[in-house]
């Protein structure tokens, strides 16, 4: 039988060790939804190991192909250049080997069901008339990944959530802080922050520093169920768009 092609999970990486941490016990929870299939996980910068470091074992124990899965919530710099970069050079090195590249996990509604399920969890619940929820992310200064985000906020209030405002880490305004004293500028009783991160590291921790008004701020998204399951999508919707073309 042939082997399916590994499953490369390809992740930021931080200084802060409890982002790999979070990054390895997403992977082992992709694992038990495909048994089936090698999951590795790699790193841009920070961690190891590094993407090259991985493929090179891979190609070496006699893998064909390879499926690159990127760890990332909005198709930005990273997703766009970076990672696609580095494995155009492992494609220099290994031309035998075929490098399938996925998706960035976001947008997807699997995202703000684990951000529900992180609010849940917090003891906020949708239709609650006096709490807004401001979706705290990394931000980014690509006007693509900017939108998505914006589409997010509106897609997800039409949810049941009194409000949804957006707030950034960096690249740009506004801060957790600015957004949670509008939230209450414009009534909102309750607010509660939700960490639009799969780790944590230095941003996520700036997001946390910044809301110390909010009433809650939530855990990040790490290996939720539905963070799991999105990860393998992706995966398989790499393979069956290969697949297409091939039959085409």
Do not use: N
């Not at 609650?128 to 006007?143: I, K, M, N, Y």
């Amino acid at each position: 039988m042939t082997r399916r092609p590994p499953l490369l999970a390809i992740a930021h990486g931080s200084q802060d060790p409890r982002h790999a941490e979070t990054i390895e016990r997403l992977a082992t929870a992709v694992r038990r939804i495909r048994p089936d299939l090698t999951v590795e996980t790699a790193y841009l910068d920070h961690c190891a190991p590094s993407i090259g470091q991985v493929v090179d074992r891979l190609a070496a124990t006699g893998h064909a192909e390879v499926v690159a899965v990127p760890l990332l919530l909005t198709a930005a710099y990273h997703a766009k250049t970076d990672i696609p970069a580095q494995l155009r050079a492992v494609r220099q090195r290994h031309p035998q080997l075929v490098v399938r590249y996925a998706r960035p996990l976001g947008p997807d509604p699997l995202l703000v069901a684990a951000l529900e399920r992180r609010l849940r969890e917090a003891g906020v619940w949708p239709g609650e008339p006096s709490t807004t929820v401001v979706l705290a992310s990394a931000g980014s200064s690509d006007p693509e990944a900017t939108a998505a985000l914006a589409r997010l906020a509106r897609d997800w209030q039409e949810r049941g959530w009194r409000d949804v405002l957006l707030a950034y880490a960096s690249a740009s305004p506004p801060t957790v802080a600015q957004a949670v004293t509008t939230a209450r500028r414009h009534g909102a009783r309750h607010v509660a922050v939700a960490s639009y991160f799969l780790a944590p590291g230095f941003l996520p921790d700036r997001i946390v520093a910044g809301a110390r008004q909010a009433d809650v701020v939530t855990e990040v998204l790490g290996p939720a169920p539905e963070v799991a399951k999105l990860v393998a999508r992706r995966y398989a919707d790499a393979l069956a768009a290969a697949w297409t073309r091939r039959s085409a």
